[in-house]
């Protein structure tokens, strides 16, 4: 947990003071209030870092995703599974016609229509899933340079991010797709 | 915590402790504690030795195992006597005024 939360502090200050932080957690225990400061302390220092480097003392880098890529895809998927799998068995059970899944949908469609938060969380998933996918592909760095303040925006491809990214705005679109057409029968009907 | 109203000011507050000699962040906090009855989170700790650091006022010794103790440099306790110099003269106006 302290671990993770040490994730708040700029890397510099993580590289310095974290294993003491850590080791001084160790010794006095992690409870609500241990937490809560150690955000506080991590937020603050963030925002050090940044007036540092926007008045020239250094630079900063926002990037929380870059350094582990592979990790933020598979979370990504894991978000986008359940409306991935809704979407599919749709599809087909639905515009493919295969009316051996009929049986299995209909109980689950019942089931969305009288949970409504269930229903957001699957329609939301495709956007989350594609922003955690691709956060590791973008990061922001502040300087400054000559005295002037600089933001540089840094972006990379990695295939694995790319394509959990292409799958979850593929997954939305189809949703958004089925949700309009759906709209657009009961207006005709 | 704000850097002027004592006793919340840990930076203060850890330099006062550094005066009695060097210290690493578990025995810091437990001499604030006994000092100033104030426990300071070891976020606020870190954050504020952090920035003593990097004026010059405190510095590392080496490592010993996980942790690692701090000592006020000359700097540090200039710095030390000045603010409870100030300190002190406010304390006495106030306490002079209240009629304590």
Redesign the interface.
Known sequence: MIRFLLRLFPTA?RD??G???????D??GLDA??V???????V??RA?SARAAIAGGGTMTIGPAWRHPTLWAAVGLLVLVPTMTFVLLSMLTYQLGLSGLAATMEPVNRWLDSQRLADLVLVAAPGIAFIVAAAPLVRLTLATADGEPSATLGLRLRAINLVVASLALAVGALLVGHIVWEAVLQQGA | MTDTNFPNDPGLLLMISLAGGPK???AM?LDVEGFAGVRL???????A???LESAGQVEALPAE????PYRLTPAGRLALADRLTALERAVTTGVARVGA
């Open positions: 200050w310095r003071y294993e003491e932080l850590v080791a001084l957690v010794d006095t209030g241990t809560a400061d150690v955000a506080r302390a991590g603050n220092e050090r | 690493h962040g578990h906090l989170g070891p976020g606020t700790l870190y954050g030795l952090s920035r195992g996980r942790r690692r």
